[in-house]
């Protein structure tokens, strides 16, 4: 009731504008936005009256078909530098570039690129950091395959245990 009355007041309004041809356009503009606002907000206070709230339900197969969506998290496409002090075990644990890491005479790092190129950084003979290109592929979900076909560097399989934009941490397999 109450926003059928301010609907009338503007529609009223709206009219004795339009009658102005000096302000047609303009007041047409912002009467019809008054409109469609108040508009918007009746229907959205009566659907939420008379929609019953329901928690969502996902399935299995919903969720399987999110995970093959996203298989690997997006934070992942970025240049990653080798924390070797954090490791452990045989987790592998890589931080941003602009990470504050202790002096060290080298480190090794890795980059992936959305386009499915991959670059391996190693150290080299001056301490400098010497890439070398490849490819990733993802095998299933947080599983990628890294393979350099033109180097002499094998191929191996990283499983993503971690992901955000602070912290990689990864499990390096030999392919089988």
Not at 6 to 15: A, G, M, P, S
Not at 26 to 45: K, P, T, Y
Not at 125 to 146: F, K
Request: charged share 20%.
């Amino acid at each position: 009731m109450f926003y059928q009355a301010i609907k009338i007041q503007i529609t009223t309004r709206l009219t004795r504008l339009l009658e102005r041809p000096s302000r047609r356009s303009l007041s047409f503009l912002g009467g019809l936005c008054l409109v469609m606002i108040m508009l918007i907000i009746e229907l959205l206070f009566s659907k939420a009256a008379s929609v019953p709230v329901q928690a969502p339900t996902v399935s299995k197969a919903q969720i399987s078909a999110m995970t093959l969506l996203n298989p690997i998290p997006n934070s992942i496409f970025r240049r990653w530098i080798h924390s070797r002090e954090e490791d452990q075990g045989n987790i592998l644990v890589y931080r941003p570039i602009d990470y504050p890491f202790p002096p060290a005479r080298g480190r090794e790092g890795l980059e992936f690129r959305e386009n499915g190129e991959f670059i391996r950084y190693q150290i080299g003979p001056t301490d400098r950091s010497l890439a070398v290109p490849g490819q990733w592929q993802i095998q299933e979900p947080d599983v990628v395959e890294v393979q350099f076909p033109s180097q002499s560097v094998p191929s191996y399989i990283l499983t993503i245990l971690e992901c955000n934009q602070q912290i990689l941490k990864v499990k390096k397999s030999e392919r089988e």
